[in-house]
């Protein structure tokens, strides 16, 4: 299956040199998701092979047949960049939490995240501080 772009950049493949990588979302059949990161170049400045690219979730590898759709939707400069942005989508998109989302792991956090309800208010609590 080949990568959609619904990034607000077009034709990227034309100045793919200007850009290190992207940020995707896979959407399987049964309506579970991940997002993700890919690189389109090596540190020695090879194009990596990121149009055959599936993900690293090991769900995703292990059933490449439930890929409903591999879309690119954001396209950036730098690493530093596609870390953000990557952490930002999983978490506004409730990626970590929604039993759909299957990011387990982001940035260094692995496994299945450990709330008590204090946690739990204390998110809320943050949450509406940058929601208003």
């Keep these: 299956?080949?990568?959609?772009?619904?990034?607000?950049?077009?034709?990227?493949?034309?100045?793919?040199?200007?850009?290190?990588?992207?940020?995707?979302?896979?959407?399987?059949?049964?309506?579970?998701?991940y997002i993700g990161r890919k690189q389109f170049w090596t540190a020695?400045?090879?194009?990596?092979p990121w149009r055959e690219y599936n993900s690293t979730s090991k769900?995703?590898?292990e059933n490449p047949e439930?890929?409903?759709s591999k879309e690119i939707i954001g396209i950036f400069t730098s690493k530093s960049a596609m870390r953000y942005a990557e952490a930002a989508c999983i978490l506004w998109s409730d990626s970590y939490l929604n039993e759909k989302g299957?990011?387990?792991?982001?940035?260094?956090?692995?496994?299945t995240l450990k709330l008590t309800i204090e946690d739990y208010e204390q998110l809320q609590t943050l949450e509406k501080r940058w929601q208003n």
């Design 66 to 68: 439930l890929i409903a």
């Design 1 to 33: 299956m080949e990568w959609v772009n619904v990034s607000s950049i077009e034709n990227f493949e034309d100045r793919l040199d200007e850009f290190l990588g992207f940020i995707y979302e896979i959407k399987l059949t049964d309506g579970r998701y």
């Design 102 to 111: 299957l990011n387990w792991s982001f940035d260094s956090c692995k496994g």
């Design 44 to 48: 020695k400045g090879y194009e990596t």
């Design 59 to 61: 769900t995703i590898k």
